[in-house]
């Protein structure tokens, strides 16, 4: 899973070190005050706060003066109707994730939800799998939601998703180190539909169980592995991967880094391009995926 975003408040400008933060990773938002006291908000993911305090001192050494650290959380919000305000509010009582029901001016009703931070599409497919739990616990059809806003800042592109750059090095690599490319590729498939495979099931069952579910799987490629597709398709309603037009290619780019990785095998620029490209379908397939489908204790036997 991607990193957690983080604000950082410094007592300083930072037009005079752009370059710095950039190295960094580190994007500045705004900044204001006067001229002799000026605040500069900066954006950045991490693992914690120490992390974060120290990307952004070691970046803007020897005077970086860090005045706040925190952590930033991502804001969805769906539409919902009258009849399922009080699923919604009884839900908020059991789930911190899902933060209530909220009216506003024009008199249109939304549930929102407060999730630790991710990619765009790992929040989608997050809220998609509460708000089904939501539907499923009131003896509701589960259905897609009519509409889904994420607010605040994780729209912003320098927060892609942990397999996008993985997905962007695989490019990277393509002309200088083609084996390379194709491992690195592979790596961004498999990191992309755990990351969905994840959340669905977090959203769907007790951490126990997820936790459990999980630990079933050695890896994530789903090509050799019946019970690893089986639980896709229940998890994301129906989208078979086994199915997917680029089903056949990506088999032959698994086997492909397969032989890179235990047969020290090279790879021709051609087909590292294949695998590079196939892995980039591979990616917006898994970050589409709706996470809609239904998951009982009989389907979790496939395990």
Known sequence: ?????????????????????????????????????????????????????????????????????????????????????????????????????????????????????????????????????????????PKLPEALYITGLHGFPEFESRARKLQYEAHRLLEAEPALAVVVAQTACEVAIEGVMTALLQARVDDSIAGWVQSRFRTYTLANDDQGRKLWEQLTGGSAIQRQKFWSKYIQHVDRRNRVVHKGANVPHDEARESVEVAEQVLDYAEHASGLGPLSAQQLRIL
């Not at 919604?88 to 209530?100: C, H, L, N, V, Y």
């Open 1 to 141: 899973m991607n990193d957690p975003v983080w604000r950082v408040v410094v007592n300083r400008r930072v037009d005079d070190v752009a370059e710095a933060l950039e190295q960094a990773h580190v994007v500045p938002i705004s900044g204001h005050g006067t001229a002799s006291s000026w605040k500069s908000t900066l954006l950045l993911r991490a693992p914690d706060e120490d992390a974060a305090r120290k990307r952004v001192e070691d970046a803007l050494a020897p005077q970086a003066f860090v005045d706040t650290v925190e952590r930033v959380p991502a804001y969805v919000s769906v539409p919902i109707d009258e009849a399922l305000r009080n699923a919604f509010i009884r839900a908020a009582g059991t789930d911190s994730r899902i933060g209530g029901v909220i009216d506003d001016e024009q008199g249109h009703i939304e549930a929102y939800f407060v999730l630790d931070s991710k990619s765009p599409p790992e929040l989608r497919n997050e809220t998609r799998g509460l708000y089904e739990r939501v539907l499923r616990d009131a003896r509701l059809p």
